[in-house]
């Protein structure tokens, strides 16, 4: 992946849009890594170009088989999660909406990484995110 492409990561009720490469879940050390500045309204920067951030459900309650990857697509209130199994697989989407992602859970419902799905007309293409080996309960809280 070019290091400029955007990619969504989850951290808990928001998703955030960074630019690769992401070493951490850890807030603190995102802001470092990817020198972000915070504005007074809380939005944050990477040098001009502001991080879009999309409100974002709960987590998934239901752990997804291990060798498949979820994401978790929003239109409105309501959730549609599509599973596929290879990274690169074009996925057909009911409706036009923003496709954002879900990691992988596993059976033992810790998170191995993570998924972009990019939803443009009703094509989504799921692209591989590099692994963050971090157990929910050790991410960040916002």
């Known amino acids: 992946m070019k290091e400029n492409t955007e990619v969504y990561v989850q951290l808990f009720s928001h998703t955030y849009t960074f630019l690769l490469p992401l070493h951490s879940l ?4 995102i802001e470092k890594d990817l020198q972000l500045r915070k504005d007074h309204d809380g939005n944050y920067y990477l040098q001009d170009q502001i991080i879009r951030m ?10 997804a088989e291990e060798e498949l990857i979820c994401c978790v697509l929003k239109q409105h209130d309501q959730q549609m999660v599509l599973r596929v199994h290879n990274v690169g697989d074009v996925i057909t989407l009911t409706s036009p909406i ?8 596993t059976k033992e419902n810790s998170f191995l990484g993570g998924c972009v799905c990019y939803a443009e007309h009703e094509v989504g293409y799921v692209i591989d995110v590099e692994k963050l080996f ?3 309960q050790e991410s960040v809280s916002l």
């Open 26 to 29: 850890n807030m603190a050390a």
């Open 54 to 63: 999309y409100s974002f459900s709960a987590l998934l309650q239901e752990p």
């Open 98 to 105: 923003h496709a954002l992602p879900k990691y992988v859970r």
């Open 134 to 136: 971090h157990d929910v």
